[in-house]
């Protein structure tokens, strides 16, 4: 099966900043943790029927670099859900902006990254149809929770607020619930918690009250960018409570 060739996706990856292509997006391809949420797409769809397809395209023109771009998961499914919109030209055109800022150096560990993206990429699809076909039936581990001894929450922090909690945990479960719905991935239900702890500096509910808002707005992000997150929001329906909802339906029973 073709497929764009590794030093194809290094170059998309160090070109791309680490950024979702579609333009003013900013969501990341890969997380700080290195969880990769971005997806490789092609401009002129790899097959017959998909979007944008060029029929005089070649192979090897539909996996080269020109016609490949990096974006998060709400907009890999957009351009793709409205092609009338998301021509080749606009693409072609967002994909020259999103680069000029790139850098051509990888580190190893960003090298490792873009063999992510294509492992991913293997995933996501199978030959000839254009529509997103997963290759193989998603695998969702559901670990088994240790036991843990009860401590006093820490005054201050997140988790010595009822509410503030409940709130954290509701956000943190959203974005679980959308993120094993995102075909082709290994998906984890501990991977949120430790990209909290890489980004803040400590597990979620001894993080200080006063992070409350950040983390908040982290999660809120995650959430958006998932696949179902952004197809939702291009519905106009609301991913999550906000706080002052989530406080009015839940905590004054
Ligand atoms: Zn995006």
């Known amino acids: 099966m073709a497929e764009p060739s590794l030093s194809t996706v290094k170059r998309l990856f160090a070109l791309s900043a680490n950024r979702c292509a579609y333009s003013k997006c900013g969501c990341p391809i890969v997380e700080t943790t290195g969880t990769v949420t971005g997806i490789i797409c092609h401009i002129k769809a790899r097959s017959k029927g998909g979007p944008r397809f060029d ?5 090897e023109e539909r996996h080269a670099f ?3 771009v990096l974006m998060c ?8 859900a409205e092609p009338k919109t998301y021509t080749v030209e606009l693409l072609r055109e967002m994909k020259a902006m999103h ?3 790139g850098n051509l150096e990888l580190s190893q560990v960003e090298a490792r990254y873009a063999g992510r993206l294509l492992d991913d990429y293997r995933d996501l699809y199978i030959t000839t149809t254009g529509d997103v076909t997963v290759n193989r039936p998603q695998k969702v581990e559901f670990k088994q929770v240790k036991k843990t001894v009860k401590i006093t929450a820490p005054e201050g922090s997140i988790a010595a607020d009822r509410s503030k909690r409940n709130y954290v945990k509701h956000l943190i479960d959203r974005y679980n619930e959308f993120a094993a719905q995102q075909p082709g991935r290994k998906f984890s239900f ?5 990209d909290i702890t890489a980004r803040f500096g ?3 509910d001894l993080l200080g009250i006063e992070q409350f808002d950040s983390l908040c707005a982290y999660l809120q992000q995650r959430i958006d960018c998932t696949m179902r997150g952004g197809i939702n929001r291009g519905q106009g329906y609301p991913n999550y409570s906000t706080y002052p909802e989530f406080v009015a339906k839940y905590e004054r029973r």
């Open 55 to 59: 029929p005089k395209q070649t192979e």
């Open 99 to 101: 680069e000029r800022h």
């Open 190 to 194: 501990a991977a949120i918690y430790s």
């Open 66 to 68: 020109d016609n490949l």
């Open 202 to 204: 400590a597990k979620w």
């Open 73 to 80: 998961g709400r907009h890999s499914k957009l351009i793709d």
